[in-house]
């Protein structure tokens, strides 16, 4: 999910924090497109937007020692841009560079809760009272963008996250283009026809197998057709996406709770997420799916939210088998 676990480390990664450090942002460069905003309530930048970030050199996203979040996108008509935020929650800054600039700053607000509602949460246990308790500055980020977040979904399926993000991380610097401003260790992913053009064996040394890239392959064709799911109500959404052959529940929930900001897209379909659940809540760390849900019926409307605040407690399972293993095809 949208705070993937990561057994080695017993730590929510991806979504469940990315540190910012502390410190005033300032100006970056010329040539920027500059927005303030004023939130209605706390935002912590680390929380809210560590969704976005695969693995920790993501040419994507950057954070920066002056306490700013660097990410870059295309808007949904194809043009590249990079964003730069900062600010303590009372005042975020937000400056922008490239052709989609405007469009990314238009979508500040979403991308940083405005349309989240935290107060709909109430927390059903103990240890998810006090996880929320801890973070009043967490809220769900909403891109507006489906493919950006549905692409490194897609390679993450079946393979450990490392596996993945190097094969992200190969797949943006390879065949992205360099982000516009001044930041000159990021990249912009590329356009769905590019997608279209990378030939087999490229997937295969950047790790990617057969099924993991058709798929891809099948979504960059109807880019435009996905890219209207982040408008649609979430059962909408998921019938859109999930109408792609390889996409399925644990896919389209991972997408969506990123470009829809959906707060109730919890992820089925996870190696490890209903274990750490069913031990946090309950000891029992062999809970499977179904008994997840039942756990979550109680935050129905917020399931992810609670899935989130639970990842964020650190409660989980010892382990007792082998790591998944790894693989690289690329090799062969």
């Known amino acids: 999910m949208a705070g993937r676990f990561d057994p080695l480390t017993r730590a929510a990664v991806r979504g469940g924090r990315t540190d910012v450090p502390a410190g005033r942002g300032g100006a970056a460069g010329s040539g920027a497109r500059?927005?303030?905003?004023?939130?209605?309530?706390?935002?912590?930048?680390?929380?809210?937007?560590?969704?976005?970030?695969?693995?920790?050199?993501?040419?994507?996203?950057?954070?920066?020692?002056?306490?700013?979040?660097?990410?870059?996108?295309?808007?949904?008509?194809?043009?590249?841009?990079?964003?730069?935020?900062?600010?303590?929650?009372?005042?975020?800054?937000?400056?922008?560079?490239?052709?989609?600039?405007?469009?990314?700053?238009?979508?500040?607000?979403?991308?940083?809760?405005?349309?989240?509602?935290?107060?709909?949460?109430?927390?059903?246990?103990?240890?998810?009272?006090?996880?929320?308790?801890?973070?009043?500055?967490?809220?769900?980020?909403?891109?507006?963008?489906?493919?950006?977040?549905?692409?490194?979904?897609?390679?993450?399926?079946?393979?450990?996250?490392?596996?993945?993000?190097?094969?992200?991380?190969?797949?943006v610097r390879q065949y992205g283009e360099p982000a516009p401003g001044p930041n000159p260790d990021l990249y912009v992913l590329p356009a769905p026809r590019i997608w279209a053009m990378i030939p087999s064996w490229d997937w295969h040394r950047a790790g990617v197998d057969a099924k993991r890239s058709d798929t891809i392959l099948r979504a960059v064709r109807v880019a435009n057709r996905l890219e209207?799911?982040?408008?649609?109500?979430?059962?909408?959404?998921?019938?859109?996406?999930?109408?792609?052959?390889?996409?399925?529940?644990?896919?389209?929930?991972?997408?969506?709770?990123r470009s829809n900001g959906a707060p109730d897209a919890i992820t089925t379909g996870d190696l490890h997420l209903p274990g750490i659940i069913g031990f946090a809540l309950t000891g029992d760390r062999d809970t499977d799916d179904a008994a997840m849900l039942e756990l979550l019926a109680p935050y129905a409307g917020q399931r992810h939210r609670a899935a989130r605040l639970i990842l964020l407690a650190g409660r989980t399972p010892p382990r007792r088998a082998p790591r998944m293993p790894r693989s690289d095809i690329g090799r062969f």
């Not at 800054?93 to 991308?111: H, I, M, N």
């Not at 799911?229 to 996409?247: H, S």
């Open 228 to 257: 209207e799911a982040a408008a649609m109500d979430l059962p909408a959404a998921v019938r859109r996406l999930e109408a792609v052959p390889g996409i399925g529940p644990w896919t389209s929930a991972e997408t969506l709770q």
């Open 34 to 171: 500059e927005r303030r905003w004023t939130p209605d309530g706390p935002v912590d930048l680390g929380l809210t937007l560590g969704p976005l970030r695969r693995g920790p050199a993501d040419p994507t996203f950057r954070t920066t020692p002056d306490g700013s979040v660097w990410r870059t996108g295309r808007s949904p008509q194809g043009l590249a841009a990079t964003l730069r935020v900062s600010g303590t929650g009372t005042e975020i800054t937000a400056e922008a560079w490239g052709p989609g600039a405007d469009w990314f700053l238009e979508q500040l607000p979403a991308l940083l809760g405005a349309g989240d509602d935290p107060a709909a949460f109430v927390p059903r246990h103990r240890l998810v009272h006090a996880s929320h308790r801890r973070r009043p500055g967490l809220r769900l980020t909403r891109t507006g963008l489906v493919l950006e977040s549905l692409i490194p979904t897609v390679l993450e399926q079946k393979v450990t996250a490392d596996e993945a993000y190097r094969a992200w991380r190969r797949l």
